[in-house]
């Protein structure tokens, strides 16, 4: 599907003859070209994954956080230039307290995807600021119960059962179908996670990589938080073992 | 002479006010009095204190009638957008808070004390009080205004949790009557707002119908009882 839009793709204020605006198709590929990040949405709360393609040996492990908690309720993954997703997780931070102070209660899920997908959707609009580079996988826990939004450059946001952006987000859209959701735990969520992204890395083209993941479900007490420590390593354990049983087939 | 009717007269109108706000098992009941005072004249005897904010928040205002008329009505709207905004009706609490915001930020200016009720799905039935200088406190009961003075006791013994819908108006009805008893700045007529899962029911009390207490006396015969004769008479004049 992808074409040159040579001479309409220089300005995101300009639409081509076919009614594309190229600049924002290209901020989708930075996103596109960055490590997979994964959601899904369990019947007891929300689990996301990073696979963190590690660019350099020398880096500290723990470094480099792709998954951010927004307000006690909910978080954000990111995929795409880090610079750029610093940005929007800082935006989203402060319009989940603006809207504390304001009404006196969290922000709702629902309107916190709304006011990140408008603020990305914002700078698309202007000659000159650059379209955001990155796409974000936002996960949170309100009155309503668990809710899972992807907000992409060009400002869409969309509510998921389960989403998948960056590198090897065909193969995990297919792996998370396969998912039925409605029943799993997040327990059982944050294996199902692992295993989907140890399972799409591909270890030709990418060097080593890092598993962060995160999650908001009735055991963490409806906040958003790092997946514990020794749940994390059960789900890398179950990964890798599931990796093997494939390989030797 | 002059100088002073024209001070009170032109005195900016007050609530003298007693106002009310009690949770009841499945709703709150909302009651006040209907006195509308500049100085010692009673502007308006049958005014309406308690008024909507949305279809299940109602606010009782009390102090300045313009302060509170004026908060009221910027609630209303930041409300009205809010609901459009969540797709739901707004809670008790969102529409307590953005009051209580109006209040503080603007304290050097306003003077009013005002009681938020109402029901929502999440929360049921809850009472937020916010006085003078916009503090917020949620409580199962709440009293305000200057006829509130004479009922600290009266709650603190007549007050149970978990009253019925009709105990609770009861209550309320009783209480307001009792203030007006004692307070100059409150009279006329006591009205109740029910709020519930069902809906809201507004109840009116005439002045005439409220018990009387203490030395309280019973209405005399009336020379205005000449004039309703069913046909008119001119007035004998010797």
């Known amino acids: 599907m992808s074409s040159i839009g040579t001479g309409y793709d220089l300005s995101v204020t300009t639409f081509s003859p076919d009614g594309r605006v190229f600049q924002i198709e290209y901020a989708a590929k930075a996103v596109d070209n960055s490590g997979t990040v994964i959601g899904i949405k369990c019947k007891d709360g929300v689990v996301m994954g990073v696979e963190k393609l590690v660019a350099s040996k020398m880096m500290l492990s723990g470094s480099n956080r792709r998954i951010h908690s927004v307000h006690r309720h909910s978080g954000m993954?990111?995929?795409?230039?880090?610079?750029?997703?610093?940005?929007?997780?800082?935006?989203?931070?402060?319009?989940?307290?603006?809207?504390?102070?304001v009404y006196g209660e969290a922000i709702p899920v629902k309107e916190l995807a709304d006011r990140v997908g408008s603020y990305v959707h914002l700078c698309t609009l202007y000659w000159w600021l650059r379209p955001f580079g990155c796409g974000v996988i936002l996960g949170g826990y309100d009155r309503e119960g668990p809710q899972l939004y992807m907000v992409e450059p060009s400002g869409v946001s969309y509510r998921y059962f389960g989403a998948a952006i960056g590198k090897g987000r065909q193969a995990a859209k297919t792996e998370i179908e396969k998912l039925k959701l409605s029943e799993l735990t997040?327990?059982?969520?944050?294996?199902?996670v692992a295993k989907i992204i140890y399972g799409i890395h591909d270890e030709a083209k990418d060097k080593d990589f890092e598993l962060e993941m995160s999650w908001v479900c009735d055991e963490s007490n409806r906040q958003h938080k790092k997946v514990p420590e020794e749940l994390l390593e059960e789900a890398k354990a179950a990964a890798k073992a599931a990796l093997e049983e494939m390989d030797a087939d | 002479m002059n100088m002073d009717l024209k001070k009170d007269l032109d005195a900016p109108h007050s609530m003298g006010t007693t106002i009310i706000g009690v949770t009841y098992n499945g709703g709150v009941v909302l009651g006040a009095d209907s006195r509308t005072s500049t100085g010692v004249y009673v502007a308006n005897r049958a005014s309406d204190k308690i008024t909507q904010l949305t279809d299940n928040v109602y606010v009782c205002r009390s102090g300045s009638a313009a302060d509170s008329q004026i908060v009221s009505d910027y609630v209303r709207y930041f409300l009205?957008?809010?609901?459009?905004?969540q797709g739901q009706p707004a809670t008790v609490k969102v529409a307590a808070n953005l009051v209580r915001l109006l209040s503080y930020n603007n304290k050097d200016i306003l003077q009013t004390g005002m009681i938020v009720g109402g029901w929502d799905k999440y929360e049921g039935g809850k009472i937020y009080g916010i006085p003078l200088g916009g503090t917020i406190i949620e409580q199962p009961f709440s009293i305000g205004g200057s006829g509130s003075s004479y009922l600290y006791g009266f709650f603190d013994q007549a007050w149970k949790e978990g009253m019925t819908k009709d105990e609770a108006e009861q209550l309320v009805v009783k209480a307001v009557s009792l203030a007006i008893a004692r307070d100059g700045a409150s009279g006329g007529v006591v009205r109740t707002v029910i709020i519930n899962s069902e809906g809201v029911t507004r109840n009116f009390y005439p002045g005439d119908k409220l018990p009387l207490w203490h030395e309280e006396l019973e209405p005399q015969n009336s020379l205005l009882d000449i004039l309703n004769a069913s046909s008119p008479e001119p007035m004998n004049i010797q």
Do not use: F, M, P, W
């Open chain 2, 80 to 85: 009205h957008q809010h609901t459009i905004q």
């Open chain 1, 77 to 101: 993954a990111v995929a795409g230039l880090a610079a750029d997703g610093r940005q929007i997780v800082a935006r989203a931070k402060s319009e989940a307290t603006n809207y504390e102070s």
């Open chain 1, 186 to 192: 997040c327990r059982q969520g944050v294996v199902e």
